[in-house]
């Protein structure tokens, strides 16, 4: 199976739907529900579960925040400080326990 998008978020949910939760081990998800969106971490093991997802091994991240442009400003700053924060955590490596 071949996947042609960048977010791992919608390779995971494709790979899943075509081989089931069993077909993607080497991959772990984390899900952290927030006031204003939804972050998504997924860390990918280099072999099968690579392949499945069509990504290269390592960590990617999704924010999920609906409607960005219409919320006040102090939902897109505290939005803007869970980015900062995400990218912080990946440039420091701390995602490496993750697995």
């Known amino acids: ?9 919608e390779a995971y949910a494709l ?7 069993a077909g993607l081990e ?3 998800v984390q899900v952290e529900h927030l006031p204003h969106g939804v972050v998504r971490r997924f860390r990918v093991a280099a072999g ?19 409607s960005f442009w219409q ?13 900062a924060r995400e990218l912080t955590s ?3 490596g701390d995602r490496k326990s993750v697995v």
């Open 71 to 83: 919320r006040s400003q102090p939902e897109k700053e505290a939005l803007a400080q869970v980015v």
């Open 26 to 28: 080497g991959v772990d």
């Open 15 to 21: 790979a899943r739907a075509a081989y089931g939760p």
């Open 48 to 66: 099968p579960a690579a392949v499945s997802l069509g990504k290269s091994p390592g960590t990617y991240v999704t924010i999920d925040a609906p």
């Open 1 to 9: 199976m071949s996947v042609n998008t960048d977010l791992a978020d």
């Open 90 to 92: 990946l440039l420091q």
